[in-house]
Nanobody, 127 residues
């Protein structure tokens, strides 16, 4: 059974850092793009970042560009989201997701291609 599990969320002060992990089971991540999303209370879900399965292509939303870095370790079947210079507006539940087909090349349209979702990990940025 295909499953995605996020971890690494927590409480952090403004300006701090967190690294989120997305571990896959039931399939090998190395052929699939992975996206990170977030949803704050009362707001719509937002696509944060995406990493392709080939050539390391990445995509970032403008709201996190320069602060967040997505990466993958295929040997560990894991995708990471390194979040630096965190702001209170980054507070949300963060989810990872994957499409049901291989080889998607990340672009601004990545939120529309995801089929499998994790249950999320909460991130709170507050002093």
């Amino acid at each position: 059974q295909l499953q995605l599990v996020e971890s690494g969320g927590g409480l952090v002060q403004p300006g701090g850092s967190l690294r989120l992990s997305c571990v896959a089971s039931g399939f090998s991540l190395n052929s699939y793009a992975i996206g990170w999303f977030r949803q704050a209370p009362g707001k719509e879900r937002e696509g944060v970042s995406c990493i392709s399965s080939r050539d390391g292509n990445t995509y970032y939303a403008d709201s996190v560009k320069g602060r967040f870095t997505i990466s993958r370790d295929n040997a560990k079947n894991t995708v990471y989201l390194q979040m630096n210079s965190l702001k209170p507006e980054d507070t949300a539940v963060y989810y990872c997701a994957a499409p049901s087909w291989r080889g998607y090349y990340c672009s601004a349209h990545f939120p529309g291609v995801m089929d499998y979702w994790g249950k999320g990990t909460p991130v709170t940025v507050s002093s």
